[in-house]
């Protein structure tokens, strides 16, 4: 069974580092790229950034580039995403997908995981 | 970039009804378009892709259509547990989503 499973939530202040992280299992992970999409309270879903496990090529959204690192262990069949200094607006649920080929429709999704950044 | 518009934002329908979504893109493209619907506290779930190919798993009262600019998602009969937000999203050229069409009582 193709599964996608997320760390746990998060709170943290603004100006903190985060690492989430996307676990895969079920399916070879080096075959697929992995997505990250942030959908922020209320709102709907923004596509972030891709990156292939077997080299770690990675594209970003260019609304999330620069503020955000997305990176991959191909060892231990996980993605993650991180940041270096967190902002408030910065809360929301975070989403790892799976998606075979660039540019192909994201089929399992994580549960997701839910940063809240307050002071 | 390609936008992504979805039509209406919010329907009201009932149990039985056919229901129709509409997804307009900024730029033509073939059939790189899929239809996801997610639930209140649930990951969203992947309902048809390349316009038209429905999901393993999926109910057949689902069926999307469309190419070049305009595209649709169809409920044929709407069943209770098809309550829920539905997004369209172009994969032609990178990724983009529709805001959401919530599909209420």
């Given at each position: ?10 709170v943290?202040k603004?100006?903190?580092s ?48 620069g ?27 975070y ?25 | ?25 900024s730029?033509s ?9 997610q639930?209140?506290?649930?990951a969203p ?28 998602l ?32």
């Amino acid at each position: 069974e193709v599964q996608l499973v997320q760390s746990g939530a998060e709170v943290k202040k603004p100006g903190e580092s985060l690492k989430i992280s996307c676990k895969g299992s079920g399916y070879k992970f080096t075959n697929y790229w992995v997505g990250w999409v942030r959908q922020m309270p209320g709102k709907g879903l923004e596509w972030m950034g891709i990156i292939y496990p077997n080299d770690s090529d990675t594209t970003y959204s260019p609304s999330f580039q620069g503020q955000v690192t997305i990176s991959a262990d191909k060892s231990l069949t996980t993605a993650y995403l991180q940041w270096k200094s967190l902002k408030v607006s910065d809360t929301a649920l975070y989403y790892c997908t799976r998606c075979y080929g660039f540019e192909g429709e994201f089929d399992y999704w994580g549960q997701g995981t839910l940063v809240t950044v307050s002071s | 970039d390609i936008q992504m518009t979805q039509s209406p934002s919010t329907l009201s329908a009932s149990v039985g009804d056919r229901v129709t979504i509409t997804c307009r893109a900024s730029q033509s493209f073939s059939r790189w378009l899929a239809w996801y619907q997610q639930k209140p506290g649930q990951a969203p779930k992947l309902l048809i892709y390349e316009a038209s190919t429905l999901q393993s798993g999926v109910p057949s009262r689902f069926s999307g259509s469309g190419s070049g600019t305009e595209f649709t998602l169809t409920i044929s009969s709407l069943q209770a547990e098809d309550f829920a937000t539905y997004y369209c999203q172009q994969y032609n050229s990178y990724w983009t989503f529709g805001q959401g069409t919530k599909v209420e009582i």
